[in-house]
């Protein structure tokens, strides 16, 4: 520890990572306002008007002479943006020093004349074997002591200083070297960012730094933390443990809820340590990394604001083997808009095959999925969406994990459906640029309520997405476009706000919900709602705690579903089963929906409604198990609220909407076999071949529609 310490770059560490919050500049032609007062990145204008339609291309894992044939075959499918470079730290850098960008530019060369225009990645996803011999430390370290061997990726300490000046290095010679190429529209920082966890000195004194920066005494981190609590009282910074490798594997909540913070913040600044890089050297070219969708190590929407827009991955065949909870994306694209205030966003690795690594994940979809679920994107806020990838690795750990081509480069069934989409969005992109999602209804997703059930689940059968999976899903049925929004944004504008299980609560985050309820809008919580506060601590308040006045209920006896069984009884008779978990409802203001039906608590209220001021608020206190209690719930709803919603669509058929200077564009998106009609009540026009539409739209199998209506 001594020596990270005294070392010379360590004491320069606090200005290369930053950890105040940067707000970026933008190109200024890429710039378009939206949505009322809200600024966004024009990824259609960034892109010289086209819709971004690309492809993540490795010409580095093939032999140049293929180069250009690769670059003819994108142009005929309607290709024109690819990635690059991610993983070639070795190529662009094979030893200390030397820097070998030749080969990229001559890859850019052939793709630029080929109306193809990249994004490169910074490749410290993967660093070079070389560097790893000559500091073995750089290696990230296990909960065992013992550093990860060399042979996969993004196998680093975020906190080593010798990783970090080799970064600095290779990221500040890649900028230098393509910051005038007017093929390179800009960068992609690193891969997928976010783990692996490291434990060690590096990582214990930047913890301890962190803790010591937000308590300032030793006292208040103390009295945030409870150590009291079996004598684990800290009397100086130095004591403080990263939380690993305890007897019966666990830990204070409060240190481990805010190493999951300090985890988030280390990966900002570690994203934001290369962005400063490349912002300095060549301003005018725009920043993104590639991000995960559901994936909740990182608070996305506190990142994003240091990039100028988001892209993710975006695999339905991982989660969806069989293709039916086509949801589960759409709930992922409109995450990842809602990170960055709902700007619109791009798909960086959209599925283009089977993946796999030791072995393939799932089987082998129909080739008109891949267009399919290129428009649930777009339908949901992409302006951009590149296949990962364009051909299958003859090497590696990926052999298994498909592209669009296979390795023998037969233009198969695959590339033919995205051929047909690369004309169809070259079509669309007048229409799509500048338009936007538009949505009264919102789901709030809680960074720390996420990672405090980490550290405690609560339940064995307890799953926080799963209650979002539940109510988004019946909002969808109803045909209505849902945003995530999280806990520092603008609440105002909607009418509905869904918070599952809303664990750790803030007072700044209790103000704007009673703020947003009391001028008439209506929220949803749920069972473990109003638990903690910000420091992990259980209130002393009745649950739900600060939550109770705007829920109407006190909750003096709960019951842990452990197996057993339950159900929720309507006032009409109706009975649904639910398990998980039961809160046992005390209403003082609020009014009784529906009760328990087993058990020595049956009869007690399940759940409530209660007015508060010129809004209202539902509190669910169990975790219903049929999709129909959703559908019913979820209409009362929307019905009080005001928020008209359209008949339940076909099963198998999405829709979502774009909305433009008053015109609306319907997209209708139909993942099943078979041929199937929806009653859109109105008449539209078809975008892709302009005839127009009765009120009755066909959409075919595996097929989608494209509509415009005013």
């Not at 909750?555 to 398990?579: M, W």
Request: charged share 20%; proline share 5%.
């Amino acid at each position: 520890m001594n020596e990270q310490l005294n070392d010379p770059f360590w004491g320069t560490l606090p200005i290369l990572i930053s950890v105040a919050i940067a707000l970026c500049s933008v190109p200024s032609s890429a710039v378009a306002q939206t949505r009322g007062a809200r600024h966004t990145f024009d990824l259609i204008a960034w892109n010289g008007g086209q819709f971004i339609y690309g492809v993540d291309y490795y010409p580095e894992a093939w032999n140049e002479t293929q180069w250009e044939k690769d670059a003819a075959n994108m142009q005929a499918a309607g290709i024109n943006f690819v990635r690059l470079g991610e993983f070639a730290w070795a190529k662009m850098e094979p030893s200390e020093g030397q820097y070998h960008f030749g080969w990229l530019d001559r890859a850019l060369q052939i793709l630029s004349a080929y109306g193809i225009k990249a994004v490169l990645g910074t490749p410290t996803a993967s660093p070079p074997a070389w560097l790893m011999a000559k500091y073995p430390d750089i290696a990230a370290m296990n909960e065992d002591g013992v550093r990860y061997r060399y042979g996969s990726r993004r196998n680093y300490c975020l906190h080593n200083p010798h990783f970090l000046a080799a970064v600095k290095a290779i990221v500040t010679a890649e900028a230098e070297h393509f910051k005038n190429n007017p093929a390179v529209l800009g960068w992609q920082i690193d891969n997928e960012v976010g783990g692996p966890y490291c434990y060690d000195s590096y990582c214990l004194t930047a913890f301890q730094n962190w803790c010591r920066a937000k308590y300032q005494t030793l006292d208040a981190l103390n009295q945030a933390w409870g150590t009291i609590f079996w004598g684990h009282t800290y009397s100086a910074w130095s004591q403080i443990p990263l939380p690993w490798n305890t007897l019966y594997s666990v830990h204070n909540p409060g240190l481990e809820l805010d190493y999951h913070r300090f985890f988030s913040d280390a990966t900002r600044d570690f994203v934001n340590f290369q962005a400063q890089i490349l912002r300095q050297v060549a301003p005018q070219k725009a920043i993104t990394t590639n991000e995960m969708g559901l994936f909740d190590d990182i608070d996305y929407s506190r990142l994003n604001t240091l990039l100028d827009f988001v892209a993710w991955d975006n695999y339905p065949m991982i989660f969806n083997p069989d293709y039916q909870d086509y949801f589960r994306s759409a709930l992922g694209h409109d995450l990842m808009r809602g990170s960055k205030d709902q700007q619109n966003f791009m798909v960086m690795e959209q599925e283009g095959g089977v993946p796999g690594w030791t072995a393939f994940w799932g089987k082998q979809a129909p080739a008109a999925l891949f267009r399919v679920w290129a428009y649930q994107a777009i339908a949901h806020g992409a302006d951009g969406v590149c296949y990962f990838r364009w051909r299958t690795s003859r090497f590696g750990t990926e052999q298994y994990w498909q592209g669009i081509l296979d390795q023998d480069g037969y233009l198969n069934a695959r590339y033919q459906v995205i051929a047909r989409m690369g004309k169809e969005v070259k079509r669309l992109a007048p229409l799509l640029q500048g338009s936007h999602t538009n949505s009264q209804v919102a789901l709030l997703v809680s960074p720390d309520t996420r990672w405090a059930f980490h550290i405690q689940p609560t339940s064995k059968n307890f799953d926080y997405y799963r209650q979002f999976y539940l109510y988004y899903d019946a909002a969808r049925r109803l045909g209505l476009n849902v945003d995530v929004i999280f806990p520092q944004m603008d609440f105002a504008g909607y009418r509905v706000i869904v918070a599952p299980s809303l664990f750790v609560v803030s007072q700044p985050l209790i103000q704007k919900l009673t703020q947003f309820v009391g001028s008439g809008g209506t929220l949803i919580l749920t069972y473990r709602s109003g638990v903690k506060d910000d420091h992990n601590e259980v209130t002393l308040e009745t649950l739900p705690g600060p939550l109770a006045r705007l829920a109407g209920v006190l909750i003096h006896d709960f019951d842990p579903q452990v197996a057993q069984k339950q159900e929720i009884v309507e006032h009409d008779g109706s009975r649904y089963p639910a398990d998980v978990w039961y809160d046992i409802l005390t209403p003082t203001t609020a009014r009784t929906l529906a009760t328990y039906g087993e058990r020595y608590y049956a009869g007690k209220p399940a759940i409530t409604e209660n007015s508060f001021e010129k809004g209202n608020v539902f509190y669910v206190g169990a975790q219903p198990s049929s999709t129909e209690f959703y559908d019913r719930f979820m209409k009362h709803v929307f019905d009080k609220a005001g928020v008209a919603t359209r008949p339940a669509l076909p099963n198998g058929i999405e829709l979502a909407t774009r909305e433009k200077a008053g015109e609306k564009i319907f997209f209708l998106m139909n993942y099943t076999n078979r041929d199937q009609s929806v009653n859109l009540g109105e008449t539209t026009h078809n975008a892709l071949t302009g005839a127009s539409e009765s009120t009755v739209v066909r959409v075919p199998a595996y097929g989608v529609q494209v509509l415009t209506a005013r």
